[in-house]
């Protein structure tokens, strides 16, 4: 069973509109979360972390349950350049191991 | 501030040949580690070190690949022989480490290797 699981899309949206992702995850002894974004044909780059709160930067919301173990990641207002592959991420600090989903493919369209 | 350097950043081989990646991390990080990515099977993890020492190479597809941290500054990844099913992009990231994680990795902007 893979650590992280994601829908891989794609997601093809207009211009404006809000989308979610969720992702999964297997390890109850995962400890941090984070969503990274990757642009095709470029390295993952840190989006952002995701708190058991919940927290929010501009139009991005991030979601942890831990109950249900399984993360979210909203985007309001969606833009042209938000088009990437979005990677759910769990580190189990124990071992200081980071393990990515597969992706989510969003492209917004015009 | 420098980021991740890896090299070579594009490599095309035959099957059969040795290949050798390269990857120095951010100063200051004592984990680094390194990741094959697929359309297939996404991000991998294959080894990661913390100071220099290797952890969990669980990973690593079979004994044709090896890693190395010799220093703080500088790891290699190789692959002998080659395959062409190891076509992939080859990833070395870093990060802080166990004590202070931040949860951040950073990457370097990745080795894309074709075996033909």
């Known amino acids: 069973r893979k650590e992280v699981e994601q829908d891989p899309g794609p997601f093809n949206v207009p211009e404006g509109a809000t989308v979610a992702f969720n992702c999964t995850y297997s390890?109850?002894?995962?400890?941090?979360f984070f969503w990274y974004r990757q642009d095709c044909r470029k390295e993952p780059k840190l989006l952002m972390s995701?708190?058991?709160s919940g927290n929010e930067d501009g139009r991005f919301t991030a979601q942890l349950n831990r109950a249900s173990q399984y993360i979210s990641l909203l985007i309001r207002d969606s833009k042209l350049s938000d088009s990437a592959t979005y990677l759910c991420?769990?580190?189990?600090?124990?071992?200081?191991?980071?393990?990515f989903g597969t992706g989510t493919s969003l492209t917004v369209i015009p | 501030d420098a980021g991740v350097i890896q090299s070579p950043r594009h490599e095309v081989t035959e099957m059969g040949q040795e290949v050798t990646l390269r990857c120095k991390p951010i100063?200051?990080?004592?984990?680094l580690f390194w990741y094959r990515q697929t359309m297939m099977r996404g991000l991998e993890l294959l080894i990661y070190?913390?100071?220099?020492?290797?952890?969990?190479d669980s990973g690593m597809p079979e004994d044709r690949f090896s890693a190395k941290m010799p220093n703080a500054s500088f790891s290699t990844l190789k692959i002998q022989p080659s395959e062409p099913r190891d076509s992939a992009v080859y990833f070395c990231?870093?990060?802080?480490?166990?004590?202070?994680?931040?949860?951040?990795?950073?990457f370097g902007e990745g080795s894309r290797l074709t075996v033909l």
């Open positions: 990231a870093s990060s802080r480490g166990l004590g202070s994680n931040t949860g951040e990795l950073f």
């Open positions: 390890n109850s002894a995962s400890q941090s």
């Open positions: 995701v708190y058991s």
């Open positions: 991420v769990v580190n189990v600090l124990t071992g200081n191991q980071f393990y």
């Open positions: 100063s200051g990080h004592n984990s």
């Open positions: 070190f913390n100071n220099n020492v290797p952890i969990d």
